[in-house]
């Protein structure tokens, strides 16, 4: 079975501060893909970033990042110079045909 | 462009009863996915389609619970009866030729049954 595991349950950061975010996943498959998903107080989900299990390179969205180790099936998510509106869960989750999530993680931003 | 369309955003019923939730997926996308996310159960996946045929329904709970895709603009999960274990968010997401592609998520139904 295919798992995700996000062992922060809750973080918080100092506006302007950075922050990563932990995400580890076990599977025996070769080709995936790996997202983090954002779920603001409006409940809606949305992609904050994306990247392919065969590419080496990191992906990056503006203060988004990502510390992607296919042999430790690890994907942090690292972002830079937090802003209030970064405030949300935080849910990792890869798969191919099916995603599997993490139970997310709350990150709080300190003005 | 509008995004994927779910329709009630908010449902409350008595238990026994039916209840019928709508999901209008992003015009062009191939792949449509229900979710359900609960405290206890995170997110979880419970069908999806590709071009408007179930492919996985291995997540839906039980008999009671039931999707339909009749047309590539609009599906159906519906539950009967409901009960108050049913009650949780309900995600519509679809997406483009899905695999690997991202799944564009709909505003979610927040279903509470009494």
């Known amino acids: 079975a295919q798992t995700v595991t996000q062992s922060q349950p809750e973080m918080s950061v100092q506006e302007a501060e950075t922050v990563t975010l932990s995400c580890t996943y076990d599977t025996s498959e070769s080709d995936y893909y790996l997202f983090w998903y954002k779920q603001p107080p409006s409940r809606q989900m949305i992609l904050v970033i994306r990247?392919?299990?065969?590419?080496?390179q990191n992906a990056t969205e503006n203060r988004f990042s990502v510390n992607f180790q296919k042999a430790a099936k690890s994907f942090s998510l690292k972002i830079s110079d937090s802003q209030l509106g970064d405030a949300a869960m935080y849910f990792c989750?890869?798969?191919?045909?099916?995603?599997?999530f993490g139970t997310g993680t709350r990150l709080t931003i300190i003005p | 462009d509008a995004g994927v369309i779910q329709s009630p955003r908010h449902e409350v019923t008595e238990m026994g009863q039916e209840v019928t939730l709508r999901c209008k997926p992003i015009?062009?996308?191939?792949?449509l996915f229900w979710y359900r996310q609960t405290m206890m159960r995170g997110l979880e996946l419970l069908i999806y389609?590709?071009?408007?045929?179930?492919?996985?329904d291995s997540g839906m709970p039980e008999d009671r619970f039931s999707a339909k895709m009749p047309n590539a603009s609009f599906s159906t999960l519906k539950i009967q009866p409901s009960e108050p274990r049913d009650s949780a968010v309900y995600f519509c997401?679809?997406?483009?030729?899905?695999?690997?592609?991202?799944?564009?998520f709909g505003p979610g139904t927040r279903l509470l049954v009494l």
């Open positions: 989750a890869f798969g191919n045909e099916k995603l599997t």
């Open positions: 389609f590709n071009n408007n045929v179930p492919i996985d």
């Open positions: 015009s062009g996308h191939d792949y």
């Open positions: 997401a679809s997406s483009f030729r899905n695999l690997g592609e991202t799944q564009y």
């Open positions: 990247q392919e299990a065969y590419k080496q």
